[in-house]
């Protein structure tokens, strides 16, 4: 009966350009993105088979449909539903549906913000002394220092009083090598036998085996010394279903702590080191954020009170994240045919959302492509908040975005007051992996 349906879909980008493109998209899609925006308009096509096409916009009434207003009929595609659990299990990240929705009504309470308010000492500290060793004087690779502090201090939120330093480099090389790997298998699927025949496929798996064996390591420690401490995982050891008053398995632990390891550290470290590096760009900025941090600690010595007053430091890591979005794409696929915009399309189509581009879509913002911070103050702010996803948007938005921003804030907070920063490139060079990653982003900072 579906057959006598017609379907309509946006301009379409043919199948042979796609093509004749296909390496240049495979090292870094958001040029061609860019391109064809510009000649087809806020979202195209692309027709896969005879019946199927695939749609990439940078239209906020689709992002809003598919992530807010009609989001139970948009599921993650397998590229995050498969690919992922593969290496990731079955957490928030890449389930879907009823125990999607059970899982996250379970962990949300530890995210609640009286929860944060009370990580953010720990933080803090562990912040700092990620700092202590920042070299002066001379340029550095900014990147690694900051994946470096990003990672220590989920680390330390998610488990306080651990022994396990030793462990926490090895899951960070192995969230690496294993991301890298992911990449390879979605970008180059016709590649599939050769990943599986050379073993790689086998190697990666057991990586994530191994990542598995450390964090059930770590978890049944704490179990076993019965110590009541002030961290995520304490929190989540605490939590239970509404159904059953049962808590969560620890193969379901495993699977939500890997999440939180890697959503929790990368995209923060890439805001991070695109912030600062507008901020060593911008010195004039960078003077109103220390000037506002001086400001505020004249004012008070509660932590908690001085990120509330962080007013013009929220707008800089705002207006930052709008032009790199940690999480630069998202994409779904609807389980049911729907009208999309003024789109009738087929269940099962693939839709990609580019908040990289709609960020910089000059039909909702000004000047797209400049670092204005004031966008994101005032009146400004309501109008900007419309078209602004850099923690998604929905039901599923991130889960750990009070952590993240309180942990950004503090950063830029501690390493302005200490330093002014200055950056040594012209233009900023980015990887889109499955987050916005910097790359070779120099900057020097010198003691005030």
């Given amino acids: ?25 495979r090292k870094n899609p958001i040029p061609f993105h860019k391109r064809y925006f510009e000649k087809f308009g806020d979202s195209f096509s692309i027709r896969i088979s005879s019946s199927k096409y695939i749609i990439l916009s940078r239209d906020n009434e689709i992002a809003q449909y598919i992530l807010v207003k009609n989001q139970k009929n948009y599921h993650k595609s397998k590229f995050q539903s498969v690919y992922l659990s593969k290496y990731l299990g079955k957490g928030l990240l890449t389930s879907d549906g009823d125990f999607w929705l059970k899982q996250r009504r379970l962990i949300q309470p530890a995210f609640h913000k009286q929860k944060m308010n009370q990580l953010v000492d720990n933080m803090n500290k562990t912040i700092s002394s990620e700092l202590d060793n920042l070299t002066d004087n001379k340029p550095i690779d900014l990147f690694p220092v900051m994946s470096q502090l990003a990672f220590n201090v989920v680390a330390k939120s998610l488990f306080q009083l651990s022994t396990a330093e030793n462990k926490f480099h090895r ?4 969230i690496e090598e294993v991301q890298n790997f992911l990449i390879k298998e979605i970008r180059l699927p016709h590649k599939a036998w050769w990943f599986s025949l050379s073993g790689q496929v086998k190697k990666h798996l057991m990586l994530a085996e191994e990542n598995n064996r450390i964090i059930q390591e770590i978890i049944e420690e704490r179990k076993a010394s019965k110590e009541e401490v002030n961290d995520l995982l304490n929190m989540l050891l605490e939590t239970r279903y509404e159904d059953t008053g049962e808590s969560m398995s620890t193969e379901q632990l495993i699977d939500e702590i890997k999440v939180l390891f890697i ?38 010595e509660n932590i908690i009170e001085q990120l509330q007053k962080m007013t013009y ?16 794409i998202t994409d779904r696929q609807n389980l049911e045919d ?27 913002w000004n000047n797209p492509d400049e670092f204005i911070p004031e966008r994101f103050l005032g009146e400004q702010k309501k109008e900007s908040m419309q078209y602004f996803y850099p923690f998604g948007a929905g039901p599923r938005m991130c889960i750990g975005t009070g952590f993240a921003i309180y942990e950004m804030c503090l950063t830029i907070s501690q ?27 120099q900057v020097s900072f010198f003691k005030r």
């Fill in 1 to 25: 009966m579906s057959n006598n349906i017609k379907y309509t879909y946006p301009n379409k980008l043919s199948i042979v350009r796609f093509f004749k493109d296909a390496e240049g998209v």
């Fill in 171 to 174: 899951i960070k090389f192995i």
């Fill in 263 to 300: 959503a929790g550290h990368e995209t923060s470290a890439n805001a991070l080191t695109f912030t600062l590096y507008l901020l060593g760009r911008n010195l004039e900025v960078q003077q109103k954020v220390f000037d506002e941090i001086i400001e505020i600690e004249s004012q008070t």
């Fill in 313 to 328: 430091t929220n707008a800089v890591l705002n207006e930052s994240m709008r032009l790199y979005p940690p999480a630069w």
């Fill in 338 to 364: 729907d009208s999309l915009a003024q789109f009738k399309i087929k269940k099962g189509t693939l839709i990609g959302v580019s908040f990289y581009e709609l960020h910089r879509n000059p039909k909702y």
């Fill in 415 to 441: 390493i302005v007051k200490k330093y002014v920063i200055r950056s040594n490139n012209d233009v900023i060079q980015f990887n889109p992996l499955i987050t916005l990653k910097p790359v070779d982003v």
